[in-house]
């Protein structure tokens, strides 16, 4: 069983930038796609960027579209959202998480990911 286990977030000022990482063990993780996803306060965890397995296809919540990049090294077993131009309703936990099935492209959907990590926070001061 993979273990996802995203590195620590913060807090930064709006159109401030900030990295996240995910680093896996246990799992075969350079043969799976990931995603990350965020849960504001009093909200749905909500999708924000996919990388396919091979990491040449990315897709992009609208909301962030432009402003965040996901990438992933699979020599290093780990995925990254890198954050720019950050706004206060960035502001949220952040979790990353791996499709189950191998070889698999990026999806938008919460339930085709089967593996989480625990979340971490990323609060955007105005």
């Known amino acids: 069983q993979v273990q996802l286990a995203e590195s620590r977030g913060g807090l930064v000022q709006a159109g401030g930038s900030l990295r996240l990482s995910c680093a896996a063990s246990?799992?075969?993780?350079?043969?799976?796609?990931m995603g990350w996803f965020r849960q504001a306060p009093g909200k749905e965890r909500e999708f924000v960027a996919a990388i396919s397995w091979s990491g040449t296809s990315t897709i992009y919540a609208d909301s962030v579209k432009g402003r965040f990049t996901i990438s992933r090294d699979n020599a290093k077993n780990t995925v990254y959202l890198q954050m720019n131009s950050l706004k206060p309703e960035d502001t949220a936990v952040y979790y990353c998480?791996?499709?189950?099935?191998?070889?698999?492209?990026?999806?938008?959907?919460?339930?085709?990911?089967?593996?989480w990590g625990q979340g971490t926070q990323v609060t955007v001061s105005s």
């Open positions: 246990g799992g075969a993780f350079s043969l799976h796609a």
């Open positions: 998480a791996q499709r189950p099935r191998a070889f698999t492209g990026p999806t938008m959907m919460e339930s085709d990911f089967g593996s």
